[in-house]
């Protein structure tokens, strides 16, 4: 079965710091990745997904299947970023269901 | 136009009681789904729907969860004889396409 890991419940950073919230997976096929975001007080949205190799809002994460990760990294961490991430994985199959993990709060200072 | 809708968006109610939970999806979204979030836990798939029927129910937890869907519009989640334990955060989402998913802001479930 797959299963997503966050291993840090609570991050906190300093603004302009780099920042990385840590996911690793385990999964035996190919699964296809994303990360998801919930601001204060608004629903869980889509940041990115692997599938797309892009940069949203300064955030980018490499795919690492030696190590089956899929870390989220941001160079400069603003205040903005404050919020609660959770990584995810679709694993195979026509239902495109997914898997979570528990969440990460990032807490960018002033 | 307008995202995913839920209602109610909280809800307390009595041990014993069945509750009824719903969603609108996006118009258009074939792909329906429920997931739930139990304090200091990830999402949980519930059950998947495409169109009117349900593929995927493996993520109900027992007997006592249902749900159903009309054409590709509302759905509704039915918990009977609530427990304690299904205090929860309900999420719906919808999909017209396989890869992104639209949540709805949820219904804070409290079984007392």
């Known amino acids: 079965a797959q299963r997503v890991t966050q291993p840090e419940k609570l991050l906190s950073v300093f603004k302009g710091a780099p920042v990385e919230l840590k996911c690793n997976y385990s999964?035996?096929?190919?699964?296809?990745l994303f990360w998801y975001v919930q601001y204060s007080r608004q629903r869980l949205q889509l940041l990115l997904r692997h599938i797309s190799r892009e940069s949203i809002k300064g955030f980018t994460a490499d795919l690492n299947k030696g190590e089956t990760s899929f870390h989220l990294k941001k160079p400069f961490a603003q205040e903005e970023d404050s919020a609660m991430y959770y990584c995810?994985?679709?694993?195979?199959?026509?239902?495109?269901?997914?898997?979570f993990g528990k969440g990460t709060l990032l807490t960018v200072n002033p | 136009g307008a995202g995913v809708s839920q209602s109610p968006s909280n809800k307390v109610t009595e041990k014993g009681k069945d509750v009824e939970l719903r969603c609108d999806p996006i118009s258009g979204h074939t792909a329906l789904y429920w997931y739930r979030q139990r304090l200091g836990q990830g999402l949980e798939f519930l059950i998947y729907?495409?169109?009117?029927?349900?593929?995927?129910k493996s993520g109900l937890p027992s007997d006592r969860f249902s749900a159903e869907r009309t054409g590709e519009s509302v759905s509704t989640l039915t918990i009977q004889r609530t427990q304690q334990e299904d205090s929860a955060v309900y999420l719906c989402a919808s999909s017209s396409s396989p890869y992104e998913q639209y949540f709805g802001p949820g219904t804070r479930l409290t079984v007392t």
């Open positions: 729907f495409q169109g009117n029927s349900a593929p995927d």
């Open positions: 995810a994985l679709i694993s195979g199959g026509s239902n495109y269901k997914l898997t």
């Open positions: 999964y035996s096929g190919s699964p296809e």
